[in-house]
Every structure is written in structure tokens, then in C-alpha cells.
């Protein structure tokens, strides 16, 4: 059949001058990153999670202090201690009832401990009768917290590190390297602990605890990218005309490696909150009557069998921040990197 | 290749030492003694310290833990009365070396199955099913896996026992099955990457250009040739299955070291935190010098300097 050439029509520019200009708008790395970032569905929805999460952390100071969480009244523990999530719906599972081990049938707890009427925990309460949604946003403000602060630890030491070890080279470069191999190649769940120890209980040594470990991964890669990027001219420009090493690092260094250094964090992040976690679960944790995510998960250990709800929560939050983190991180990845997401 | 392994032998020698040495000081410098009962006598308290060799001046404690340590010999427990560290960790390692080993064997072969299926089935919905429980895999911590194991098939559905060791093959399931997740889900993510370069490689489409079916182009030349670098994932993965068996191990009451050392650290029993700790960074190190060895001998493309 021959083709018709009525049937085409020419779209977009309609002069063949305009066709002859071969030119789309110049994009930059990050605008270019952003666009095939937002092609991952995933990725973005960790995104604006993430920020959803960030954003709760900020704002819950103002409307659940930690002494809300903390607190309860000592008179009415038998009253409130152990309430299942309540949501006010006929929803099975989250409705105030639980069936205990041997049950057949499941009790409302409010009723049997003679809660007030009208009053709801939506997450439940645990064993004292805090309400277990101040202390699950708590926990997580102060999980986040560690994390966070750990993870800029990490960014200033391995940064620090990694540059001046590719930049050096020689020896220096060396010697560098070797420490960074002995030290990762002890457990770190023994630097953690060493440390937790020395440091006693309490947020700043947990902070400084994984912050510790968590650097070596950056500075390796730091170093690599280093070792790569002072190769180039125009670093070499830079040098002749007789910019000093430290600006060259900051100017020329450090922006182009800028990629590789955002997907670190978002790997270091979700590790940061697990081992919290960890030093929480090994009595290293944070102090009571502060709640972090671990501490609230190794407390309600003991009584998973009767209130499974106080252990599954907490879980679920930490689960769902670190999938968060590491999906946006994968994504991220192939966004700076397009070579290595085209197969 | 033998200067190598010697060199690398040396460092680890030199490591050892390191952390022995800080690990020492470090405990010196601790807060707090495990002696601390008021009903303790100065005498009785006296006596104690020379029993554990506590009076001797620090450097010559020290000297004594090393030539102790390089015998093997890390000292008394504190808490339990005349029970020698090495025998406590003695008693408690096979069981550790047990339940990781077979982590790590179920782990790592679901990894190579559920990568190489979703290699072949690339961007399409079984590639996309793993890809999301990699990723579930990589992101849940091996404690909260087993809890939640612990209340699925402990509690709700009760089909295998939560606790102990020892008694039947069911006790060690749900355990391994806790420590093997994220091993699989390392493994699946990389295998998946490995095997997609070697789909495209040359010698594939050579194999392809001989007249190979597709599935001997991919048993007989990709799978093969994607399996080699998975051996370089052992080194971290046994760093994970430490910690993660640490806990896994008091979850599900296993008599292991990293049940021994979480239950030492609140009762301050220092020789048997040092003795783990020493015993934990020399096998992390001795799997890392393997994984490096065994990854030269199979990819003679990789050298060892």
C-alpha cells in the first residue's frame, strides 16, 4: 500500500528552518537528575513520605512534648495500662478488642478495665498506660534525631577524610587506606558496643556511638571519587593558576562528587536507625523514660505474646522509614548515574 | 599469591593486637566495677582482686592478658565463679558458627535463584515482585523479622518452637530463617546486576550465535559466570550476620557468644566482653582473608597485590 502523504502531518516547529536547529534546553546535572528521578514512582513517593515524616517529626514538638509522652498517672495504671489500638470504627483488630492467647473470642478491653466512655487510644497504650501514639512519635522524633545527626557525623569525617587521603596520595594516601581497612575490619557492633559503654546511656553517646562506624564507607568512597575527579583538567587549570588545595576541594572536588555523596547518606541513614535500634535492644539504649523506636520495640519484647501491637507498631514505623530511605536512595543513584539504571 | 596470604596474615596478626590493646585500655577506663556489692568486706574486696590479678599494676595486667590472649587464655569470668572465658566461648561458639553458617548457605542460595530469575525475566512483573522484596529485604533488621516470626509461628499459628537450641533440627527454622533474609536480598539485588552484564556480554553472544538454546546460553554461560563475584559479598555479609545473630541469638533464648555478650554488658563481666569481642573481630577477619583468597582463585582476572 502506498503510503499517503496527506495522512502525515508535521508537528512541533512548522518552518524547516526551525527544524534544522538542532538544540533542547540545556539541563543541569540537577535538573536532569530531578527529571528521571521523577520517572520512579517509588523513589518519589519515599520522597514526599520522607518529608511527610521529616515535617511530623518538626512539628509533633509543639503539639506532643516529650513530658506528654513520658508521663502517666500512677493511680489509674490498672485503668489504662495495655489498651489495644482503638480506632472508633468497627474495624476487627483495631477497635479496642484483642483476644488473648486461648481466647476464642476477643474482649473490649475498655470496657473490662473500665475506661471512661468516649475515650480512645488510637494506638493503643502500653504496660504503664501511656498512650502509645505520643510515645511511637516521640520515639521516632528521637530515632530520627540519632540518625540524622549521626549520618552528618559521618558526612564531615568521611568527606573530611576521603578527600585528603585521594588528594595526597603517596603515602599519606597509603597509610589512610590501611587504618581504614583495620578499622572496618572490626565488628561494628563491637565499636557501638566499646563505645555505648564508655560513653554510658543517653542520646549524644548513641549519636557519637554510630557515628563512629559509619564513616569508614564514606571516606572509601570519598577517596575513590577523589582519586578520579583530580585527574581532570580543570583541576589542573585550577592548579596553575595557583588556587589552593583546600579551595580546589571545596570548588572543584566536592561539587562533582556531590551524587555519590547524597546516595551515601541515604544508605547511612536507615543503618544509623537500626543500630539505635540494636544499642536499645542490648540495654545501651536510650535512658528511660525517653522512647526511641528500639527502645520501645526491646520493651514490649517481653509481652509480645498478650500485646503484639506494642512490639508491631514501632517495628512497622522504623521498617517504613528505612524502605523510605533506601528506595529514594536507589532511586537517586540511577538519577545521578543513568548508565548503570539502563539495563 | 603466597606473599599475599602471608601478608595479609601479618596484618591480621597486627589487628588482632590493635583491638586486644584498645579493647584492654578501654575497659581499664570503663565506669563502673563489677564488684560493686555494698556487702562486699575491703578484705573480701581485696582478696577478690587478687584472685583476678586486679592489683598488679596496669601495664603488667596487660602484658599477662596479651601473652594470656596469644595462648588463647582470656581470663575468668567475673560473673560466673572459676569458669574460664576461652571455655565459656568455647562452649558457645559452634552453636553461633552453626546458626550463621546456615543462614548464610540458605541465604545466599535463595539469592542466587531469585536473582537469576529476575535477570531473565528483566523489567517485567516476577523481576518486579523481587525487586520489591529485596528491597523489603534489605530494609527489615534481622530482630524485627525474628520477632515478628517469633509472634506469626511461635504465637498465632504455633508450628515451630521460639525457643532453645539443641533438642531438634524445628528450633533452629525460624532463627535462620530470621538471619537469612537480608543475605538472600543482598545477593538477589547483586546476582540480578551481575547476570544482566553477562546476558549482554560477548562470549554470551557468541554462545547465542553458536545455536545454544536460551536456557544452555544462560546454565552454561551467564549463571556460571554471575556466580564467581557473589563469593565477594561473604566478607560483609558475615559482618551483618554478627550483629544481626547477636540479637537473633537473645530473641530465641540460643545459647551462642552473642548471647554471652549481650548478657555481659549489664552485669560488667569484662573478660568475657573482651574475650568476645577478640573472638568476633578474628573471625569477621579470617572470613574477609577467605572471601579474598577463594574470589583470587576462582577469577583468576582479579589479582592480588
Same mark, same amino acid.
Given at each position: 500500500m502506498a503510503a499517503n502523504t496527506e495522512d502525515f502531518v508535521i508537528v512541533g516547529a512548522q518552518n524547516s528552518e526551525a527544524n534544522e536547529h538542532i538544540s533542547k534546553p540545556a539541563l543541569s546535572f540537577w535538573q536532569d537528575a530531578w527529571r528521571r528521578l521523577k520517572l520512579n514512582k517509588l523513589a518519589v513517593i519515599s520522597m514526599w513520605f520522607l518529608i511527610f515524616i521529616l515535617g511530623f517529626a518538626v512539628v509533633s514538638n509543639f503539639f506532643v512534648p516529650q513530658q506528654a509522652a513520658n508521663s502517666f498517672n500512677s493511680d489509674k495504671v490498672g485503668v489504662y495500662k495495655n489498651l489495644p489500638p482503638n480506632s472508633g470504627l468497627p474495624i476487627p483488630g483495631w477497635n479496642g478488642k484483642i483476644k488473648s492467647p486461648g481466647d476464642s473470642t476477643a474482649t473490649d478491653v475498655y470496657q473490662s478495665q473500665n475506661v471512661p466512655s468516649g475515650q480512645k487510644y488510637i494506638l493503643g497504650t502500653d504496660n504503664i498506660g501511656r498512650s502509645l501514639a505520643k510515645r511511637v512519635t516521640v520515639g521516632l522524633r528521637i530515632s530520627l534525631l540519632v540518625a540524622i545527626v549521626a549520618t552528618f557525623i559521618d558526612l564531615l569525617i568521611g568527606v573530611a577524610y576521603g578527600v585528603f587521603s585521594g588528594w595526597k596520595g603517596g603515602w599519606i594516601d597509603n597509610v589512610m587506606q590501611r587504618i581504614i581497612e583495620i578499622l572496618s575490619s572490626i565488628p561494628n557492633l563491637i565499636i557501638v558496643t566499646m563505645l555505648g559503654l564508655l560513653l554510658g546511656g543517653g542520646v549524644l553517646s548513641i549519636i557519637l556511638a554510630i557515628a563512629m562506624t559509619g564513616w569508614l564507607g564514606m571516606a572509601r568512597q570519598v577517596r575513590n571519587m577523589t582519586l578520579t575527579l583530580k585527574e581532570r583538567d580543570y583541576v589542573l587549570a585550577a592548579q596553575s593558576l595557583g588556587e589552593s588545595s583546600f579551595k580546589i576541594a571545596i570548588k572543584h572536588l566536592i561539587p562533582n562528587m556531590a551524587g555519590t555523596i547524597i546516595v551515601q547518606i541515604m544508605m547511612t541513614v536507615p543503618n544509623a536507625i537500626m543500630f539505635e535500634a540494636v544499642l536499645s535492644a542490648i540495654n545501651l539504649g536510650v535512658r528511660p523514660p525517653t522512647a526511641s523506636l528500639g527502645s520501645l520495640i526491646s520493651d514490649a519484647q517481653a509481652m509480645l505474646q498478650f500485646y503484639p501491637y506494642q512490639i508491631l507498631i514501632p517495628s512497622a514505623v522504623l521498617v517504613l522509614v528505612s524502605l523510605a530511605f533506601i528506595l529514594l536512595g536507589d532511586g537517586l543513584r540511577d538519577a545521578f548515574d543513568p548508565r548503570a539504571s539502563e539495563d | 599469591m603466597w606473599k599475599y596470604i602471608f601478608k595479609r596474615l601479618v596484618l591480621?596478626? @597486627?589487628? %588482632?593486637?590493635? +583491638?586486644?590493646?584498645?579493647? $584492654?585500655?578501654?575497659?581499664?577506663?570503663?565506669?563502673?566495677?563489677?564488684?560493686?556489692?555494698?556487702?562486699?568486706?575491703?578484705?573480701?574486696?581485696?582478696?577478690?582482686?587478687?584472685?583476678?590479678?586486679?592489683?598488679?599494676?596496669?601495664?603488667?595486667?596487660?602484658?599477662?592478658?596479651?601473652?594470656?590472649?596469644?595462648?588463647?587464655?582470656?581470663?575468668?569470668?567475673?560473673?560466673?565463679?572459676?569458669?574460664?572465658?576461652?571455655?565459656?566461648?568455647?562452649?558457645?561458639?559452634?552453636?553461633s558458627a552453626q546458626l550463621g553458617a546456615q543462614a548464610l548457605v540458605v541465604g545466599v542460595i535463595?539469592?542466587?535463584?531469585?536473582?537469576?530469575?529476575?535477570?531473565?525475566?528483566?523489567?517485567?512483573?516476577?523481576?518486579?515482585?523481587?525487586?520489591?522484596?529485596?528491597?523489603?529485604?534489605?530494609?527489615?533488621?534481622? @530482630?524485627? %523479622?525474628?520477632? +515478628?516470626?517469633?509472634?506469626? $509461628?511461635?504465637?498465632?499459628?504455633?508450628?515451630?518452637?521460639?525457643?532453645?537450641?539443641?533438642?531438634?533440627f524445628s528450633q533452629t527454622i525460624l532463627p535462620t530463617l530470621a538471619l537469612a533474609v537480608s543475605p538472600a536480598a543482598v545477593t538477589t539485588r547483586f546476582v540480578r546486576s551481575e547476570m544482566i552484564e553477562s546476558l549482554s556480554s560477548d562470549y554470551v553472544q557468541l554462545a547465542k550465535a553458536k545455536g545454544l538454546s536460551?536456557?544452555?546460553?544462560?546454565?552454561?554461560?551467564?549463571?556460571?559466570?554471575?556466580?564467581?563475584?557473589?563469593?565477594?559479598?561473604?566478607?560483609?555479609?558475615?559482618?551483618?550476620?554478627?550483629?544481626?545473630?547477636?540479637?537473633?541469638?537473645q530473641i530465641f533464648s540460643i545459647p551462642g557468644i552473642g548471647q554471652q555478650f549481650v548478657l555481659s554488658i549489664p552485669s560488667k563481666d569484662f573478660p568475657v566482653i573482651m574475650g568476645t569481642t577478640i573472638v568476633y573481630s578474628a573471625m569477621l577477619m579470617v572470613m574477609i582473608l577467605i572471601t579474598d583468597i577463594l574470589t583470587a582463585i576462582v577469577d583468576p582476572r582479579v589479582r592480588l597485590q
Open positions: - | 591480621l596478626v @597486627f589487628t %588482632l593486637f590493635l +583491638v586486644t590493646t584498645a579493647t $584492654f585500655f578501654l575497659m581499664q577506663i570503663m565506669p563502673g566495677t563489677p564488684f560493686n556489692n555494698p556487702k562486699l568486706t575491703p578484705e573480701a574486696l581485696a582478696q577478690l582482686k587478687t584472685t583476678y590479678g586486679l592489683d598488679l599494676p596496669v601495664w603488667q595486667q596487660y602484658l599477662n592478658y596479651l601473652v594470656g590472649a596469644a595462648h588463647g587464655d582470656f581470663g575468668t569470668s567475673f560473673q560466673y565463679q572459676n569458669q574460664s572465658v576461652s571455655m565459656l566461648i568455647g562452649q558457645r561458639l559452634p552453636v535463595a539469592g542466587l535463584f531469585m536473582g537469576a530469575a529476575s535477570a531473565r525475566n528483566k523489567n517485567n512483573k516476577i523481576d518486579g515482585t523481587l525487586g520489591i522484596i529485596s528491597t523489603l529485604g534489605i530494609s527489615i533488621p534481622s @530482630f524485627i %523479622l525474628g520477632i +515478628v516470626l517469633v509472634y506469626l $509461628f511461635g504465637f498465632k499459628w504455633p508450628l515451630f518452637p521460639v525457643s532453645g537450641w539443641g533438642d531438634s536460551a536456557k544452555e546460553v544462560v546454565n552454561q554461560h551467564a549463571y556460571r559466570n554471575s556466580m564467581i563475584p557473589v563469593l565477594t559479598l561473604i566478607g560483609p555479609m558475615a559482618a551483618g550476620l554478627l550483629t544481626g545473630s547477636t540479637l537473633i541469638e
